[in-house]
């Protein structure tokens, strides 16, 4: 992938846009603790949500990755997730837009 | 510490014991689970939960050894923390019953 340039005004908007994904993201993986302890009355549910956590903790730090090498493939993976919409990187400059998009079209960046 | 030699009656009551004990422990570590999310409103609190289940998992895996010979300093143990009462263990030989106590004479098994 090439090496984009990034504005200060581009770096804010994939500032907030990462932030955006990974609160979101954070939101659904608590929305699972709570009701996997809602459904699960037996004791052992602590370390099914201990195992629950521990892989998805290992998945999310790998993935959000802010590195401006790699933030398209990890903009394009996000998309692709659902946690966030082409519209979340909206001011971001067409040569960005385009490489995101292309990786979408490729599939698993 | 001796090897003590255990009826079947008595490996009835030690297991119902340790299994009293660990249901008790697990209940409680829900309940912080719990009380954690039902306090922490920020996204971060799932890591909160998961390292302090990590943490619990390894104490609890250590401390709860099945194995005869250590028996008496496992239970030694819960009663100090709070997770048995000297009644949970009626039953088990006067033999037992006094190493237990002269462990909790002593301090930290």
Same mark, same amino acid.
């Given at each position: 992938?090439?090496? $984009?340039?990034?504005?200060?005004? !581009? ?6 846009? $990462?932030? /955006?994904?990974?609160?979101? !993201? /954070? ?20 370390? %099914? ?21 790699? /933030?398209?493939?990890? $903009?394009? %993976? ?5 946690? /966030? ?12 837009? !385009? ?11």
């Amino acid at each position: 992938m090439r090496d $984009f340039s990034w504005t200060a005004a !581009e770096k804010k908007i994939a500032r907030a846009a $990462f932030d /955006l994904a990974v609160g979101r !993201e /954070l939101a659904s993986v608590r929305q699972q603790v709570e009701s996997m302890l809602a459904t699960s009355p037996d004791v052992d549910a602590v370390w %099914r949500v201990h195992d629950y956590l521990s892989e998805k903790r290992r998945e999310i730090d790998t993935k959000y990755d802010y590195r401006y090498s790699v /933030l398209p493939s990890v $903009f394009a %993976r996000l998309v692709r997730e659902g946690w /966030l919409s082409e519209a979340d990187l909206h001011g971001l400059a067409a040569e960005k837009v !385009e490489a995101i998009t292309r990786i979408l079209a490729l599939g698993r960046p």
